[in-house]
């Protein structure tokens, strides 16, 4: 069955440098997603990818954040200056559709553990 | 603010017993409700996807939605001890793509 697909599943950093997270999404989708989950915590959204642009983004989303896909497959997650808040499970996503009445199931990857010291 | 709102638990049964887990939701036009099951230290995983009121049934698992009173639940039939993990209620509204996931309810299967 085709899965998503993420690295490095754990990545510790020094406190103010760059991270970068990378996924490969289920082939045939065309939506992206990134999630991140604070230890004990919920499932949050942080932005969502179509046709090459952001489609929806949260307020965690700021400045310190971008995303790419530089490529057909890939899709990553950039984290500049990291806080100590920053540490969590980062969890990539992708669904065949995401707008209109009824949504197609979002499948997750198996995450990246970010630790920031 | 869109809120997903579940009981954390934890929720305890014994092997073989029905597992209830309930979800109620504010944003009125949500329209797609999906319930995911989570693993310590794990992914979330899509266990069901329920869009219009009524059942809907996939061998032990059964998701119910009832949207005039914005509550969505998930029962489990003849619980196992490997069906111990946190279930996470997630809404999608109308008009988004994204996900509101709610803290998940730990559910625990005694042998």
């Known amino acids: 069955e085709p899965e998503v697909t993420q690295t490095p599943s754990h990545q510790v950093t020094q406190m103010g440098q760059e991270v970068i997270l990378r996924c490969v999404p289920i082939?045939?989708?065309?939506?992206f997603y990134w999630y991140r989950q604070i230890l004990g915590q919920k499932v949050e959204f942080l932005v969502s990818?179509?046709?090459?642009?952001?489609?929806?983004k949260s307020e965690i989303f700021d400045d310190q954040f971008s995303v790419e896909r530089p490529d057909g497959s890939n899709f990553t997650l950039k984290i500049r200056s990291t806080k100590l808040e920053d540490s969590a499970m980062y969890f990539c996503?992708?669904?065949?559709?995401?707008?209109?009445?009824?949504?197609?199931?979002?499948?997750f990857g198996d995450g990246t553990r970010l630790s920031i010291l | 603010q869109k809120e997903v709102e579940q009981n954390s638990g934890p929720l305890s049964v014994p092997e073989g017993a029905i597992a209830s887990l309930n979800c109620t939701y504010s944003?009125?036009?949500?329209?797609?409700f999906f319930w995911y099951r989570q693993y310590s230290g794990k992914s979330p995983e899509l266990i069901m996807s329920?869009?219009?009121?009524g059942d809907k049934e996939d061998g032990r698992f059964t998701a119910q939605l009832n949207k005039a009173s914005q509550y969505v639940s998930l029962l489990i039939r003849d619980s196992q001890p490997s069906d111990s993990a946190t279930y996470l209620c997630?809404?999608?509204?109308?008009?988004?793509?994204?996900?509101?996931f709610g803290k998940g309810t730990m559910l625990l299967v005694s042998p």
């Open positions: 944003d009125r036009v949500s329209q797609s």
């Open positions: 329920i869009y219009s009121n």
């Open positions: 996503a992708s669904s065949e559709r995401g707008y209109g009445g009824v949504g197609q199931p979002q499948h």
């Open positions: 990818f179509y046709n090459n642009e952001i489609s929806e």
């Open positions: 997630a809404v999608k509204g109308s008009g988004y793509s994204t996900l509101t």
């Open positions: 082939s045939n989708h065309l939506y």
